[in-house]
Protein backbone atom coordinates (compact mmCIF):
# COMPACT_ATOMS: atom_id res chain seq x y z
CA UNK A 1 0.00 0.00 0.00
CA UNK A 2 1.33 3.47 -0.87
CA UNK A 3 2.01 5.92 1.93
CA UNK A 4 0.86 9.32 1.30
CA UNK A 5 3.66 11.98 0.78
CA UNK A 6 5.04 13.88 3.70
CA UNK A 7 4.48 17.57 4.21
CA UNK A 8 7.92 18.53 4.06
CA UNK A 9 7.97 15.79 0.61
CA UNK A 10 4.75 17.98 -0.99
CA UNK A 11 6.59 21.47 0.47
CA UNK A 12 9.90 20.24 -1.56
CA UNK A 13 7.98 19.62 -5.15
CA UNK A 14 5.93 22.74 -4.78
CA UNK A 15 9.30 24.45 -4.51
CA UNK A 16 10.89 22.67 -6.94
CA UNK A 17 7.78 23.30 -9.47
CA UNK A 18 8.52 26.75 -8.53
CA UNK A 19 11.60 27.11 -9.58
CA UNK A 20 11.36 25.40 -12.64
CA UNK A 21 8.27 27.72 -13.58
CA UNK A 22 10.27 30.80 -13.01
CA UNK A 23 13.45 29.40 -14.73
CA UNK A 24 11.22 28.15 -18.04
CA UNK A 25 9.34 32.20 -17.97
CA UNK A 26 13.27 33.37 -17.83
CA UNK A 27 14.21 31.38 -20.83
CA UNK A 28 10.63 31.84 -23.10
CA UNK A 29 10.60 35.64 -22.43
CA UNK A 30 13.00 36.77 -24.72
CA UNK A 31 11.60 34.76 -27.32
CA UNK A 32 8.42 36.22 -26.81
CA UNK A 33 9.70 39.58 -26.91
CA UNK A 34 11.35 39.48 -30.15
CA UNK A 35 8.09 37.71 -31.93
CA UNK A 36 6.60 40.83 -30.03
CA UNK A 37 8.88 43.48 -31.60
CA UNK A 38 8.59 41.47 -35.03
CA UNK A 39 4.95 42.65 -35.25
CA UNK A 40 5.24 45.43 -33.33
CA UNK A 41 5.23 49.14 -35.01
CA UNK A 42 8.34 50.89 -35.69
CA UNK A 43 7.71 53.87 -32.82
CA UNK A 44 6.78 51.12 -30.22
CA UNK A 45 10.07 48.96 -30.84
CA UNK A 46 11.69 52.46 -30.81
CA UNK A 47 11.04 53.34 -27.69
CA UNK A 48 11.00 50.16 -25.89
CA UNK A 49 7.93 49.76 -25.06
CA UNK A 50 7.43 46.31 -26.00
CA UNK A 51 6.92 43.36 -23.90
CA UNK A 52 5.11 40.05 -23.73
CA UNK A 53 2.57 41.74 -26.61
CA UNK A 54 2.87 43.58 -29.82
CA UNK A 55 2.26 46.95 -29.63
CA UNK A 56 0.84 49.04 -32.83
CA UNK A 57 0.53 45.28 -34.63
CA UNK A 58 1.84 45.31 -38.29
CA UNK A 59 2.96 42.97 -40.56
CA UNK A 60 5.49 45.13 -42.25
CA UNK A 61 8.34 43.52 -41.38
CA UNK A 62 7.40 40.21 -42.61
CA UNK A 63 6.04 41.50 -45.94
CA UNK A 64 9.62 43.41 -46.70
CA UNK A 65 11.69 40.03 -45.86
CA UNK A 66 9.10 37.78 -47.35
CA UNK A 67 9.05 39.40 -51.22
CA UNK A 68 12.77 39.66 -51.25
CA UNK A 69 13.81 36.75 -53.85
CA UNK A 70 17.09 36.56 -52.22
CA UNK A 71 15.44 35.54 -49.39
CA UNK A 72 13.85 32.66 -50.72
CA UNK A 73 17.37 31.82 -52.32
CA UNK A 74 18.94 31.82 -49.35
CA UNK A 75 16.66 29.73 -47.55
CA UNK A 76 16.87 26.87 -50.43
CA UNK A 77 20.65 27.22 -49.83
CA UNK A 78 20.29 26.63 -46.18
CA UNK A 79 18.14 23.89 -46.47
CA UNK A 80 20.70 22.29 -49.52
CA UNK A 81 23.75 22.78 -46.99
CA UNK A 82 21.52 20.71 -44.20
CA UNK A 83 20.23 18.27 -46.59
CA UNK A 84 23.96 17.34 -47.87
CA UNK A 85 25.56 18.45 -44.45
CA UNK A 86 23.88 16.28 -42.29
CA UNK A 87 24.00 13.39 -44.62
CA UNK A 88 27.62 13.47 -45.00
CA UNK A 89 28.09 14.03 -41.82
CA UNK A 90 26.45 11.08 -40.74
CA UNK A 91 28.05 9.04 -43.14
CA UNK A 92 31.54 9.85 -42.09
CA UNK A 93 30.68 9.56 -38.41
CA UNK A 94 29.68 6.05 -38.86
CA UNK A 95 32.47 5.11 -41.03
CA UNK A 96 34.64 6.43 -38.89
CA UNK A 97 33.29 5.27 -35.54
CA UNK A 98 32.47 1.64 -36.30
CA UNK A 99 35.78 0.30 -36.47
CA UNK A 100 37.12 2.40 -33.97
CA UNK A 101 34.61 0.63 -31.56
CA UNK A 102 36.57 -2.85 -32.60
CA UNK A 103 39.22 -3.64 -30.20
CA UNK A 104 42.69 -3.33 -30.07
CA UNK A 105 42.82 -6.97 -31.14
CA UNK A 106 40.23 -6.66 -34.25
CA UNK A 107 41.96 -3.51 -35.28
CA UNK A 108 45.23 -2.83 -34.43
CA UNK A 109 45.81 0.70 -35.43
CA UNK A 110 42.93 1.98 -33.61
CA UNK A 111 44.81 4.17 -30.97
CA UNK A 112 46.62 5.80 -33.44
CA UNK A 113 43.53 6.84 -35.22
CA UNK A 114 42.36 7.72 -31.96
CA UNK A 115 45.39 9.78 -30.77
CA UNK A 116 44.98 12.00 -34.18
CA UNK A 117 41.29 12.43 -33.65
CA UNK A 118 41.73 13.51 -30.28
CA UNK A 119 44.75 16.02 -31.27
CA UNK A 120 42.42 17.81 -34.27
CA UNK A 121 39.87 18.46 -30.86
CA UNK A 122 42.66 20.53 -29.46
CA UNK A 123 44.59 21.46 -32.35
CA UNK A 124 43.47 23.04 -35.69
CA UNK A 125 45.33 24.90 -38.34
CA UNK A 126 43.06 27.74 -38.09
CA UNK A 127 41.16 30.05 -40.39
CA UNK A 128 43.35 31.29 -42.84
CA UNK A 129 44.84 27.47 -43.75
CA UNK A 130 41.46 26.24 -44.37
CA UNK A 131 40.11 29.23 -46.50
CA UNK A 132 43.65 28.49 -48.58
CA UNK A 133 42.91 24.61 -49.01
CA UNK A 134 39.32 25.82 -50.23
CA UNK A 135 40.52 28.46 -52.32
CA UNK A 136 43.17 25.85 -54.07
CA UNK A 137 40.39 22.90 -54.58
CA UNK A 138 38.41 25.88 -56.28
CA UNK A 139 35.19 25.17 -54.02
CA UNK A 140 34.46 28.94 -53.09
CA UNK A 141 31.16 30.13 -54.35
CA UNK A 142 29.98 26.56 -54.12
CA UNK A 143 27.97 24.86 -51.62
CA UNK A 144 30.49 22.31 -50.85
CA UNK A 145 32.68 25.15 -49.08
CA UNK A 146 30.26 25.18 -46.38
CA UNK A 147 29.83 21.77 -45.79
CA UNK A 148 33.14 19.79 -46.27
CA UNK A 149 35.07 21.70 -43.49
CA UNK A 150 33.26 20.22 -40.65
CA UNK A 151 32.01 16.65 -42.64
CA UNK A 152 33.76 15.39 -39.99
CA UNK A 153 33.02 16.00 -36.35
CA UNK A 154 35.34 13.98 -34.20
CA UNK A 155 32.93 14.32 -31.21
CA UNK A 156 29.66 13.02 -33.00
CA UNK A 157 32.38 9.93 -34.11
CA UNK A 158 33.26 9.53 -30.33
CA UNK A 159 29.77 9.76 -29.59
CA UNK A 160 28.49 7.33 -32.09
CA UNK A 161 31.76 5.33 -31.33
CA UNK A 162 30.75 4.71 -27.55
CA UNK A 163 27.05 3.42 -28.54
CA UNK A 164 28.73 1.18 -30.61
CA UNK A 165 30.39 -0.02 -27.70
CA UNK A 166 27.12 -0.14 -25.76
CA UNK A 167 25.71 -2.62 -28.44
CA UNK A 168 25.89 -6.41 -26.88
CA UNK A 169 28.72 -8.70 -28.30
CA UNK A 170 26.35 -11.44 -28.16
CA UNK A 171 24.44 -10.00 -31.22
CA UNK A 172 27.39 -9.88 -33.47
CA UNK A 173 28.98 -13.45 -32.48
CA UNK A 174 25.09 -14.61 -33.50
CA UNK A 175 25.33 -12.64 -37.07
CA UNK A 176 28.55 -14.25 -37.32
CA UNK A 177 27.73 -17.37 -36.97
CA UNK A 178 24.70 -17.18 -39.20
CA UNK A 179 28.12 -15.93 -42.09
CA UNK A 180 26.87 -12.09 -42.09
CA UNK A 181 30.18 -9.65 -43.19
CA UNK A 182 31.41 -6.97 -41.33
CA UNK A 183 29.08 -4.42 -43.66
CA UNK A 184 25.74 -6.74 -43.17
CA UNK A 185 26.31 -6.37 -39.40
CA UNK A 186 26.88 -2.37 -39.18
CA UNK A 187 24.00 -1.96 -41.41
CA UNK A 188 21.28 -4.83 -40.34
CA UNK A 189 22.26 -4.84 -36.71
CA UNK A 190 23.98 -1.49 -35.40
CA UNK A 191 22.48 0.86 -37.39
CA UNK A 192 18.88 -0.01 -36.82
CA UNK A 193 19.70 0.13 -32.83
CA UNK A 194 21.32 3.27 -32.89
CA UNK A 195 18.27 5.38 -33.76
CA UNK A 196 18.86 7.37 -30.22
CA UNK A 197 22.92 8.24 -30.93
CA UNK A 198 21.94 8.59 -35.09
CA UNK A 199 19.22 11.37 -34.22
CA UNK A 200 21.36 13.03 -31.66
CA UNK A 201 24.11 13.67 -34.01
CA UNK A 202 21.60 14.50 -36.85
CA UNK A 203 20.12 17.01 -34.73
CA UNK A 204 23.39 18.60 -33.90
CA UNK A 205 24.50 18.90 -37.40
CA UNK A 206 21.56 20.32 -38.56
CA UNK A 207 21.53 22.78 -36.02
CA UNK A 208 24.83 23.70 -36.62
CA UNK A 209 24.49 24.04 -40.67
CA UNK A 210 21.60 25.81 -40.20
CA UNK A 211 22.35 28.61 -37.75
CA UNK A 212 26.11 29.21 -38.83
CA UNK A 213 26.37 32.69 -40.88
CA UNK A 214 30.58 32.66 -40.49
CA UNK A 215 31.22 29.90 -43.26
CA UNK A 216 29.07 32.31 -45.64
CA UNK A 217 31.13 35.17 -45.18
CA UNK A 218 34.36 33.54 -45.43
CA UNK A 219 33.72 30.90 -48.30
CA UNK A 220 31.03 32.91 -50.58
CA UNK A 221 32.04 36.05 -52.29
CA UNK A 222 28.17 36.39 -54.07
CA UNK A 223 25.85 37.43 -52.33
CA UNK A 224 23.24 35.79 -54.48
CA UNK A 225 24.77 32.43 -53.10
CA UNK A 226 24.66 32.72 -49.22
CA UNK A 227 23.12 31.00 -47.16
CA UNK A 228 19.77 32.32 -45.35
CA UNK A 229 22.12 33.17 -41.73
CA UNK A 230 24.46 34.75 -43.60
CA UNK A 231 21.77 36.51 -45.79
CA UNK A 232 19.86 37.97 -42.96
CA UNK A 233 23.06 38.76 -40.92
CA UNK A 234 23.68 41.52 -43.54
CA UNK A 235 20.17 42.37 -44.35
CA UNK A 236 19.34 45.92 -42.43
CA UNK A 237 17.05 49.07 -43.96
CA UNK A 238 19.15 50.72 -46.55
CA UNK A 239 17.42 54.24 -47.67
CA UNK A 240 20.05 54.34 -50.56
CA UNK A 241 18.33 51.54 -52.36
CA UNK A 242 14.99 53.68 -52.26
CA UNK A 243 13.42 54.13 -56.00
CA UNK A 244 10.07 55.01 -55.71
CA UNK A 245 7.52 56.43 -53.19
CA UNK A 246 5.98 52.69 -52.28
CA UNK A 247 9.73 51.89 -50.93
CA UNK A 248 9.99 54.74 -48.76
CA UNK A 249 6.22 53.76 -47.22
CA UNK A 250 7.76 50.69 -46.41
CA UNK A 251 11.03 51.56 -44.76
CA UNK A 252 9.11 54.32 -42.87
CA UNK A 253 7.25 51.66 -41.43
CA UNK A 254 9.90 48.97 -40.20
CA UNK A 255 13.13 49.83 -38.81
CA UNK A 256 16.09 47.76 -38.08
CA UNK A 257 15.55 46.57 -34.70
CA UNK A 258 12.02 45.10 -36.28
CA UNK A 259 13.75 43.59 -39.07
CA UNK A 260 15.95 42.09 -37.33
CA UNK A 261 13.70 40.28 -35.29
CA UNK A 262 11.29 39.42 -37.67
CA UNK A 263 14.56 37.39 -39.25
CA UNK A 264 15.28 35.91 -35.88
CA UNK A 265 11.54 34.46 -35.58
CA UNK A 266 11.79 33.21 -39.22
CA UNK A 267 15.13 31.56 -39.01
CA UNK A 268 13.93 29.81 -35.82
CA UNK A 269 10.91 28.27 -37.00
CA UNK A 270 12.60 25.31 -39.38
CA UNK A 271 14.71 24.12 -35.92
CA UNK A 272 11.30 24.37 -34.01
CA UNK A 273 9.70 21.99 -36.35
CA UNK A 274 12.39 19.63 -37.03
CA UNK A 275 13.60 19.22 -32.93
CA UNK A 276 10.37 17.83 -31.58
CA UNK A 277 11.05 15.09 -34.13
CA UNK A 278 14.53 14.49 -32.73
CA UNK A 279 13.85 15.20 -29.57
CA UNK A 280 12.48 11.82 -27.77
CA UNK A 281 15.37 9.96 -28.95
CA UNK A 282 18.10 12.83 -27.75
CA UNK A 283 18.42 12.28 -23.53
CA UNK A 284 18.80 8.03 -24.74
CA UNK A 285 21.33 9.24 -27.39
CA UNK A 286 23.25 11.28 -25.28
CA UNK A 287 22.93 9.47 -22.38
CA UNK A 288 24.14 5.54 -23.58
CA UNK A 289 26.38 7.19 -26.19
CA UNK A 290 28.57 9.00 -23.10
CA UNK A 291 28.77 6.03 -20.54
CA UNK A 292 30.89 3.02 -20.62
CA UNK A 293 30.77 0.65 -18.40
Same mark, same amino acid.
Given at each position: MLKSKSFQSRLADICIW @???? /???? +??? &??? +??????? #??????????? *????? @????????KSLLKETQFWRSFGISVERVVIGTALNLILSILMA????????? #? =? %??? /?????? *? &???LFSGGMVPIFITIKNLHLLD? +??SLVLPGAVNVFNTILLMNFFRSVPKSLEEAAEIDGCSKWKILFQIYLPI %??????? @??? #?SIVGHWNDFFGGLLYINKAANYPLQTYIQQLNVDVTKITNASQLQSVADI?? =??????? +? *?ISTIPLLIIYP??????? =???? @??????
Open positions: @IVIL /IFTV +ICL &FPL +INMVAIS #FSSKSAAAANR *VGLLP @IGFTLDSYYPLSRTKRE #F =K %SRS /IYMNLM *V &FSMT +IW %SLPALAT @IAL #FSN =KTLNSAK +I *VFLQKYFV =KGMV @IGSVKE
